[in-house]
């Protein structure tokens, strides 16, 4: 039997780890804030933005994306959909759409179409945060402009299934503009409601005019000047008009974005990280980590965002 001096010691170490526990719970509790939209966000706090391990996994994964900008071996001719893809676990309604090209199923080919495709379907049909909340009338009858469509094989996929009354697939380099034309008029004409546009993202409105489209859809598209963006986009969409995007982030990008878009009226409905699906299909040219790092690392997230025009 300890002595009564050594038990009270033994008492106030106890209630010293408990409340030290309550406290490292409570500030992951922060940097991991749920919104009231039930999304997540990473909220950190400004010492953890200088820390070397953020400051270096924040380097590597710039240098990642301009590497996959520039290196033209990331994605090769033979691809009409150039994205990480997502695994989801269910299956996509029409996949013969990308598959004309006759890949053997299975191969890095056959994955990269058909995860991707897979990656634009959950984008574009899922309202809610759930991945099987998926409506597949989500974008019918309705006017869709896409913002950085590559190769357009997502675009052509998209029009074809989600049955939009016009789908508009927009990037800013006209070569990209030029091989969408090209692959998707070779084995058969386009869709009535599909054509292919050189724009800039953050100049929307002087293109297209005000309150134009229903639903602004943007898969992987880097979006440098987050400000010029949220503005373009609040007025090229109509009342109740969607941003429906997925992408890679660091923390502080994310912020930025969010930041931007509520500053510009948007409704954050969603913002949750769907990393795991992303990274269970081994296509990404980023490494994306876990939501919410407990560390002092933060690592770079896959997220899908839904915001609405006010």
């Not at 719970?25 to 706090?45: D, I, M, Q």
């Not at 008029?185 to 005000?210: K, V």
């Amino acid at each position: 039997m300890l002595p009564c001096k050594a038990r009270g010691v033994l008492r106030r170490t106890h209630v010293s780890l408990v409340s030290s526990r309550h406290w490292f719970v409570g500030k992951r509790t922060y940097w991991a804030r749920k919104n009231p939209k039930r999304g997540y966000v990473a909220e950190l706090p400004d010492w953890r933005n200088y820390l070397p391990e953020t400051l270096m996994s924040r380097f590597f994964f710039q240098m990642e994306r301009w590497f996959g900008k520039a290196n033209a071996s990331t994605y090769p001719p033979i691809l009409d959909i150039c994205n990480s893809g997502g695994k989801f676990g269910m299956p996509i309604p029409r996949p013969d759409i990308v598959l004309w090209k006759g890949f053997p199923k299975g191969s890095w080919e056959w994955q990269m179409h058909m995860y991707g495709a897979a990656l634009y379907w959950h984008v574009a049909m899922t309202s809610g945060e759930s991945i099987l909340d998926v409506r597949e009338d989500h974008l019918r009858e309705k006017s869709v402009l896409e913002v950085g469509c590559m190769r357009g094989g997502g675009a052509r996929y998209l029009a074809e299934v989600a049955q939009p009354r016009e789908y508009v697939a927009t990037d800013a380099l006209q070569d990209n503009i030029s091989a969408c034309m090209s692959i998707h008029t070779i084995h058969m004409p386009l869709p009535p409601n599909l054509r292919y546009e050189q724009a800039d993202m953050g100049s929307l409105h002087t293109q297209f005019g005000a309150d134009a489209f229903d639903a602004l859809l943007c898969v992987e598209t880097d979006i440098e000047d987050k400000t010029a963006f949220a503005q373009s986009a609040r007025e090229v969409l109509r009342p109740n008009g969607l941003i429906l995007l997925c992408d890679a982030f660091m923390p502080l990008a994310l912020r930025d974005l969010l930041d931007s878009l509520k500053a510009q009226d948007f409704d954050i409905e969603v913002c949750t990280d769907i990393g795991k699906w992303v990274r269970a299909t081994g296509l990404s040219p980023v490494e994306i980590g876990e939501s919410h790092s407990v560390y002092g690392v933060a690592a770079c997230t896959y997220m899908r965002i839904v915001a609405r025009k006010k």
